[in-house]
């Protein structure tokens, strides 16, 4: 493969092709094509996917897929799901799609096979997740677990917290869940101050079992408990690990009994439908965990199998690169039309900025393109009031996605359609916007004209689902997911590393220690130096 993907054949039309058309309005693209939306729109199953708003002609669209083919998106994509290590940098797979492979299917990483061993986790986790809803799992005085807290960050977080905020509509409601992942003590403060010892189970979620905000918290949870339950025993029955780290687990003192293990081969922004996802199973319960599952890997099988053409993350991930890469945008807004997602945008912002964040190439060569864009949303319609106003008529191209539900699952009268109405909205006012002519028609004053004028042409794609449910959400994240991995093949990345967080935690392991030993001289910039002085004083 040419790494010098600007000198690739298909990049150099693109270019040519984006002079051509990059003035070109949507409101002429939709006029000059009355197929429009047959040509841009796709349905798989209950998922709706318009993308006839964006700014491409069929000429875009043809180049774009010309280019994943340049690209070699199928054959890495087959070497994905095949468990071979293109985590280069890491020497490891990268199969998330196992976890959510149909038990009886075989795959094979270092001459293990991977499917087996995921399910025997998923049956210890239903196993553990039905004794707690059931009440059959005690704590240490005999009392039921009514409070479940997991204790987490990235990746053995966000998926956590966006999983049971979406899906709280299918928690068991009796059950108390909170999430703990920052090292600002307040965070853990505030989760436990109304509950007791006697009735909480902590969940120590991290891969590696070492990360410094995961393991300060689950200790300052451990003195919590002990300080009420006087016994070390209590730990056994109200401490449960998920960890590839057996060696650490242990040390922590928890019965690696009670370990849910996961794999080197899942990336942490890519868990939440490993073992992390236990506290998932707790709230929804077993049944609805594996719905979520099959969600995933109904997406999964599309991606792997259809057409360029017609593959929904393909498309979205190219339409990522033709924004960025020719429009120079540089933010993705993700919009969901639904209360339960509003933690979606903050989930999505690990699974995409830690995957393609990446300045440097596969083969170590700096790239000389950008590479991936900021992420950020916020559930519908609050966003309309705030900043939206920026979408429509401010200076910088923002492509949009709107996720929307046909069905409430609340469906209390007038909510649903205004919600809906909404979107739909939204999506025309950015392409169509309206025009100075028909402002002035309205009987402006000249003076206002400029100001009520809304120029349009501003892209968004429009995903609508039958209802929001384990299944839907499972689709819609494997949706996500295989768009980062189809940008991060266009660039020639490798998504699948985050040594960009490195270096800020070496030297805060260095600063902690020169915060508690004011006696250490200090030796970093003159700006940090002053700093740690102010703060010690
Ligand atoms: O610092 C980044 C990171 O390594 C993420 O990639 C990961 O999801 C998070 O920290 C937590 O890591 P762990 O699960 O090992 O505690």
Same mark, same amino acid.
């Given at each position: ?282 709230? +929804? ?38 924004? =960025? ?70 200076? +910088? ?29 939204? =999506? ?110």
């Amino acid at each position: 493969m040419n790494n010098d993907i600007k000198k690739s054949r298909a990049w150099k039309k693109l270019e040519d092709h984006y002079n051509k058309i990059k003035n070109k309005h949507l409101r002429d693209l939709f006029r000059e094509d009355p197929k429009r939306i047959q040509k841009f729109t796709l349905n798989n199953g209950d998922l709706y996917f318009d993308f006839s708003k964006h700014r491409i002609t069929e000429e875009t669209f043809d180049l774009l897929i010309e280019l994943a083919i340049e690209r070699k998106l199928t054959d890495r994509r087959e070497a994905m799901f095949e468990g071979k290590k293109i985590n280069q940098t890491e020497n490891r797979a990268v199969l998330h799609t196992a976890l959510r492979t149909p038990s009886g299917n075989k795959i094979m990483v270092d001459n293990e096979e991977v499917v087996e061993p995921v399910h025997a986790v998923l049956d210890k986790m239903s196993w553990f997740a039905s004794r707690v809803r059931s009440g059959q799992w005690k704590g240490f005085t005999g009392k039921k677990i009514r409070n479940v807290v997991n204790i987490g960050i990235g990746g053995s977080d966000l998926g956590p917290v966006m999983a049971y905020e979406a899906l709280k509509f299918y928690s068991q409601r009796d059950l108390n869940f909170r999430f703990v992942s920052n090292i600002d003590g307040n965070d853990f403060a505030e989760a436990v101050r109304d509950f007791e010892a006697d009735e909480t189970l902590f969940i120590v979620s991290s891969k590696t079992f070492t990360t410094l905000e995961t393991m300060t918290n689950a200790h300052t949870a451990r003195k919590w408990l002990l300080d009420q339950l006087k016994n070390e025993k209590a730990v056994a029955d109200h401490f449960v690990a998920v960890s590839t780290n057996e060696a650490e687990v242990k040390k922590f003192g928890i019965n690696p009994q009670n370990m849910f293990e996961f794999w080197d081969w899942v990336g942490g922004r890519y868990s939440m439908d490993s073992a992390i996802g236990l506290s998932t199973m707790i709230a +929804i319960g077993p049944e609805n965990f594996n719905e979520l599952l099959k969600g995933f890997h109904e997406m999964d099988e599309h991606f792997r199998s259809a057409p360029l053409k017609q593959n929904i993350p393909v498309i979205m991930g190219l339409l990522n690169v033709w924004y =960025g890469n020719f429009f120079g945008t540089q933010t993705q807004a993700v919009l969901p039309y639904n209360r339960y997602l509003h933690r979606f945008p903050a989930y999505l912002q690990q699974l995409t900025m830690e995957s393609n964040g990446k300045h440097v190439q596969l083969n170590g060569a700096k790239v000389d393109y950008q590479t991936g864009a900021i992420y950020w949303g916020e559930a519908g319609t609050n966003g309309q009031h705030s900043f939206y106003q920026l979408i429509h008529q401010g200076t +910088i191209l923002i492509p949009c996605d709107f996720i929307g539900f046909k069905k409430a699952l609340n469906p209390l009268p007038l909510h649903q359609d205004y919600l809906m109405a909404n979107i739909f909205a939204q =999506g025309e006012a950015l392409a169509f916007g309206k025009t100075a002519a028909e402002v002035a028609g309205e009987g402006v004053s000249d003076a206002l004209v400029p100001h009520k004028t809304f120029e349009g042409n501003r892209p968004s794609s429009t995903l609508i689902l039958d209802n929001l449910t384990p299944e839907s959400l499972g689709k819609l994240i494997a949706l996500y997911e295989h768009s980062v991995f189809v940008q991060g093949v266009i660039w020639g990345i490798n998504s699948f590393d985050q040594m960009g967080v490195e270096l800020g935690k070496v030297l805060a392991k260095k600063i902690i220690g020169e915060l508690q030993n004011k006696s250490i001289p200090l030796n970093h910039d003159e700006s940090t130096n002053a700093l740690i002085e102010h703060y010690r004083k």
